[in-house]
């Protein structure tokens, strides 16, 4: 074989070692190693083309095969990254796809032929590699031993094979990349949580990843050549189904839309159809290539909030209607509806919380499921289902939130011991969670469901959370309406039927409101009132004002509009206070107390008239005593000269009958005295009080003396004295004090008639006063005229011709307490009175 033969064969090996697909990097060894034998040059080399760190085109030695006895030079430092630009004319050529088959002392280059010529070189062949359109790098064969060139076929052979292995690196590279992207692809397909699938132009899955299997529980191979859109609950597609890829607008655009997943099972779940219609050349629809997301707890979670907000929406609904039309059974209807859907529960009611006369509460249903299960609980629902369903037995699964305010979900109420079952006939009762209703403190409602699929627990509770104080809020309402209904009802019943005015006034006193009787009782018709302040029509004349605890009392005179007669009215006025203590207004209501008036102004006069009628009578009375004293003096001293003559006279029958008479005469005379003096002691007490005059004196001996001198009669004494031994020293006024002991002493002989036994004085000597007390066992005083025995002129019932004139006691009072004293007394009509004088030992 000659050297071309030798190059062809070994070529056509190179080919076979590059189409056996082994790595590039093992057949390229082998193949520079087949061409350098056939060629017998001294080295064959690839430089590969690249980028240094500055940007600079450099080339780099990379492979070798070096003839015997030739030094290898692979590891040379230098060989790597030389730039290209220090042999611009190579480069150039090459760039071209040009081989350069020349001998080194042709060359213009001097760096190129110092550092050829250095190594021996005498020829080269330089054959340029492209991959692609790239350049590369290039095969250099160098030649040492002669300047045999190589013949332009050979290089032509060698150039063509260059541009194979160009070929067969970019396929490599591409290749690579390739593996490289379908790896991560297939890494990220069977593993990213969305399904990723292709379908033909009818829609049909050509392709599926594996999350398919989990999301939809279908296998792959069961979906592959079935519909896409048959796996989507068909009410969340607008075409009732029937949709295809050709409904999708803007082929080759995106698509994007949330579905309803069907999964195998039967459940549904929302997941986002994300992609893309691939349209082919005609540019009709291809294939449709996208990607299922599981977007189930997001957009469940969106589905609560917007079935929450319609659920807010309806409360709040239930309270406007509540507002406008005073019934809400209809919206709290729909509530209740919504609110069984949100909790998945078969039966419920919802209610507010009262409590009966014990305090013992009981839920009247706002709504309620209708479960009747007979003819007479139909009817019973019927009746009572708008006004609201009594329900009073606490010994039930509600009871149990009734009597503790708490929350009770049952989850097995056969066996929950605070269920006390339900009455015959009521549907079985599975599952019950009650929710009390509470604003503050305040507990105002409940709201109770039934029979959930599954477990009832404290998210549902917690779901439920803004509605219940919604529903708080909507009861709360309830309440101050109904409050508000019956005050009006009852205002309106006391304003419209009283006599009295009822008016309430804004803060700047304008009548905001005023009861028809102010026609009646003013002559004004409401209307004419009302806007205006009391002034601008009443003439006010304010008689008197009181303020009782908030509650303003005047006494106003008005004139009747038409009849012009005088009114008196008396207003009770009050603050009006809002919720927050603020007065926003005032509640009047006058009542028309003219003829009160009248006969208070009338009984004025009248005491006036009465008082004068008093002092003309005082006055009287101290003109006759001062004008009874002289005749009765002169009648005293007329009689005892006149006893004085006839005890001269020695006629004994006429001397003892006249001295009786003149006996008789005495003792009228000086009863009279004794009265008069009352009388003028009392007047003068009444005009101007006397002074007491002071002085010391013995107790004991006081006493006895007064005894001595005043209640002895034959030397025996008529009061029983009980003294104690030691006498004390008292501070007194010797008059005053004789006069009270005589009077009391002598009113206890003379209620005494029947002498049955002596009245008895003690004398008690205590820590801080002394006592004078006298006891008597006569006729008593009766309970009903106790009261009065001080009042001058008073005497009782029971004194029958016992001689008296009521002044006594009054006057003995007044000296008690001038000194300090008190004066009491105990009685019983026919047993006999005590009187009891108390002196403290000093007087101040
Ligand atoms: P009188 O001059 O009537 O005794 P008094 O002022 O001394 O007036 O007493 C007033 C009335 O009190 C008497 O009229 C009598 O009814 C009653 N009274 C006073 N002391 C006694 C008494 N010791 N026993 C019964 N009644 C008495």
Request: proline share 3%; glycine share 6%; with cysteine.
């Amino acid at each position: 074989m000659n050297r071309s033969e030798k190059i062809l064969y070994a070529l056509g090996r190179s080919y076979f070692e590059l189409e056996a697909g082994e790595k590039l990097s093992k057949s390229i060894p082998k193949i520079l190693k087949y061409l350098g034998e056939a060629s017998k040059v001294d080295r064959i080399y690839i430089f590969k083309n690249h980028f240094n760190e500055e940007g600079e085109f450099c080339m780099s030695y990379k492979f070798e095969w070096c003839a015997e006895n030739v030094s290898p030079q692979i590891e040379f430092e230098f060989l790597q990254s030389l730039p290209w630009s220090i042999f611009p004319e190579i480069e150039e050529a090459l760039r071209k796809n040009h081989f350069i088959n020349d001998l080194v002392s042709n060359t213009k280059n001097h760096v190129f032929y110092e550092s050829m010529a250095e190594q021996g070189i005498l020829s080269y062949l330089f054959v340029p590699i492209f991959s692609g359109r790239i350049f590369w790098g290039y095969i250099g064969f160098d030649n040492c031993q002669s300047e045999v060139f190589f013949s332009e076929d050979q290089a032509t052979a060698l150039h063509a094979f260059a541009s194979t292995l160009g070929t067969k690196l970019l396929a490599n590279k591409r290749k690579q990349k390739l593996i490289r992207t379908h790896q991560n692809y297939s890494f990220l397909l069977n593993n990213i949580n969305d399904v990723v699938f292709r379908t033909d132009r009818d829609g049909n899955f050509t392709f599926l990843n594996k999350t398919w299997e989990n999301l939809s529980k279908y296998s792959i191979q069961e979906s592959l050549g079935t519909k896409l859109f048959n796996y989507f609950d068909h009410d969340h597609l607008s075409n009732q189904g029937n949709i295809s890829i050709n409904d999708f607008e803007n082929p080759g655009g995106k698509f994007e839309k949330d579905l309803m997943l069907s999964v195998k099972d039967g459940t549904s779940i929302w997941v986002k159809l994300q992609g893309s219609i691939n349209p082919d050349k005609a540019g009709n629809p291809e294939s449709f290539f996208g990607t299922l997301s599981n977007i189930h707890s997001r957009k469940s979670a969106e589905d609560k909030a917007s079935k929450l907000n319609k659920l807010l929406q309806a409360v709040n609904e239930t309270q406007l209607s509540f507002f406008e039309q005073e019934d809400f059974t209809s919206p709290m209807n729909t509530l209740l509806e919504n609110l069984l859907k949100i909790t998945g529960s078969k039966f419920g009611f919802t209610g507010e919380v009262l409590y009966d006369e014990k305090g013992s509460p009981y839920l009247k249903s706002h709504t309620i499921t209708n479960i009747a299960w007979s003819d007479e609980t139909q009817a019973y629902f019927e009746s009572n289902f708008k006004v609201g369903i009594e329900f009073r037995n606490l010994n039930t699964l509600f009871g149990a939130s009734l009597k503790t305010g708490e929350i009770v979900i049952s989850n097995d109420c056969k066996n929950d011991p605070r269920s006390g079952g339900t009455p015959h006939g009521h549907p079985p009762l599975y599952r019950y969670m009650g929710i009390p209703i509470f604003k503050g403190t305040e507990f105002l409602g409940l709201m109770g469901f039934a029979n959930k699929e599954t477990y009832y627990t404290m998210e549902d509770v917690k779901f439920l959370e803004p509605i219940i104080s919604g529903y708080a809020n909507f009861i709360k309402a309830i309440r101050i309406n109904r409050r508000r209904k019956e005050s009006d009802a009852m205002y309106r019943l006391i304003s419209e039927n009283s006599g009295d005015i009822i008016a309430i006034h804004d803060f700047d006193l304008r009548f905001r409101y005023v009861s028809p009787s102010i026609e009646k009782v003013l002559g004004y018709k409401p209307e004419e009132v009302i806007g205006k302040k009391p002034h601008e029509i009443f003439k006010e004349i304010s008689i008197d004002t009181e303020n009782i605890g908030g509650v303003q009392k005047r006494v106003i005179h008005h004139q009747h509009k038409t009849e012009g007669k005088d009114i008196f009215l008396e207003i009770l006025s009050r603050d009006l206070l809002d919720e927050n203590g603020k007065p926003f207004g005032i509640v009047a209501a006058s009542r028309d107390v003219t003829e009160r008036e009248m006969i208070l102004a009338e009984l004025k006069v009248a005491l006036e008239k009465e008082k004068d009628l008093n002092r003309l009578k005082s006055r009287f009375i101290s003109m006759i005593s001062h004008e009874f004293r002289t005749p009765l003096a002169t009648i005293n001293s007329s009689t005892e000269l006149i006893g004085l003559t006839l005890s001269s006279l020695r006629e004994t029958g006429i001397t003892e009958k006249t001295n009786t008479y003149l006996t008789r005469i005495n003792t009228q005379v000086k009863r009279l005295t004794s009265i008069i003096s009352d009388i003028l002691l009392l007047e003068k007490n009444a005009l101007e009080p006397i002074p007491a005059k002071l002085e010391m004196a013995y107790l004991n001996k006081f006493i006895l003396g007064l005894v001595d001198d005043y209640f002895t009669k034959d030397n025996e004494k008529e009061i029983d004295v009980q003294i104690p031994e030691v006498d004390i020293k008292i501070m007194t006024d010797p008059t005053w004090l004789t006069h009270i002991v005589k009077n009391i002493l002598e009113n206890s002989i003379k209620y005494s008639p029947e002498r049955q036994k002596k009245p008895k004085l003690q004398i008690q000597h205590l820590k801080a006063h002394y006592n004078i007390k006298v006891t008597d066992y006569g006729i008593g005083i009766p309970l009903d005229d106790q009261k009065h025995i001080f009042d001058s002129f008073f005497r009782a019932q029971n004194v029958s011709n016992i001689k008296g004139t009521g002044l006594g006691l009054n006057i003995v009072r007044d000296f008690v307490n001038k000194l300090g004293g008190e004066l009491t007394f105990k009685s019983k009509e026919g047993k006999g009175s005590v009187f009891n004088i108390k002196f403290p030992y000093l007087i101040k």
